[in-house]
């Protein structure tokens, strides 16, 4: 099946500095990714939908300046999370949009700890 | 607006079955999908199901599909202790969104 990986798979920061975090589509093209947000022990929130080549859409309560996505070429959208502040702690995880199907496939997710 | 609901807990002893119930909203969706979450990983496609279908049956997998009523069910058979998980159901919303329930953790014991 197709593959997506995230990277870092964990990542500590200080508050007030920048964080980028990288999905790429391994072996397929995705022009649509999704970046989603998870707390613990809850759901996934849809943060934004990248699309190659144009601006991310992002949701609504979603600061788009505070989560700037990037998805400029067909297998990679990254996410940087500027100024970054405890409440921003979260498990981020990327999905890639399969064109040929109705299925979008996981990246392993990355786990942001904001000191 | 969009809405998924889920159980929170499920727990079974290994070799029974297990059955994990969602409802949802959206009448538009067009697939709805069952996604399993093991403790610090992402998401696992498990199976999906096309939304003019009533059953979809895959190994010890049963996904049954009530459109009237909005209500999906997930069901596994012969549940083992590899099963535990946090099992996701969701429905595709526009432009491919996928809407999550809150996600149910299914607890398999002896």
């Known amino acids: 099946g197709a593959v997506v990986s995230q990277h870092p798979s964990r990542v500590i920061c200080k508050s007030g500095t920048s964080v980028k975090i990288e999905c790429r589509s391994l072996?397929?093209?995705?022009?649509?990714m999704f970046w989603y947000r998870q707390f613990p022990k809850q759901s996934l929130m849809l943060m934004a939908t990248?699309?190659?080549?144009?601006?991310?859409?992002?949701e609504q309560g979603v600061e788009k300046d505070k989560f700037l996505i990037n998805h400029a070429s067909l297998t990679l959208s990254t996410l940087t999370v500027t100024s970054a502040h405890p409440e921003d702690s979260s498990f981020y995880i990327c999905?890639?949009?399969?064109?040929?199907?109705?299925?979008?496939?996981f990246g392993p997710g990355t786990r942001l700890t904001v000191l | 607006g969009e809405d998924v609901e889920q159980s929170l807990f499920l727990s079974v002893r290994e070799g029974d079955s297990s059955v994990i119930n969602c409802t949802y909203t959206?009448?538009?969706?067009?697939?709805l999908y069952w996604y399993k979450q093991e403790p610090g990983a992402g998401l696992q496609l498990l199976t999906y199901?096309?939304?003019?279908?009533d059953m979809k049956q895959d190994q010890r997998l049963t996904v049954l599909l009530n459109k009237k009523d909005k209500h999906l069910s997930l069901r596994i058979a012969d549940t083992q202790t590899g099963d535990s998980a946090i099992y996701f159901c969701?429905?595709?919303?526009?432009?491919?969104?996928?809407?999550f329930g809150a996600g149910t953790r299914l607890a398999v014991h002896p």
């Open positions: 999905s890639a949009h399969l064109e040929q199907g109705n299925e979008q496939f």
């Open positions: 072996d397929f093209q995705a022009t649509t």
């Open positions: 990248s699309n190659e080549g144009s601006k991310a859409t992002y």
């Open positions: 959206d009448s538009s969706s067009t697939y």
């Open positions: 199901i096309f939304s003019n279908m």
């Open positions: 969701a429905e595709g919303g526009g432009y491919n969104k996928l809407i």
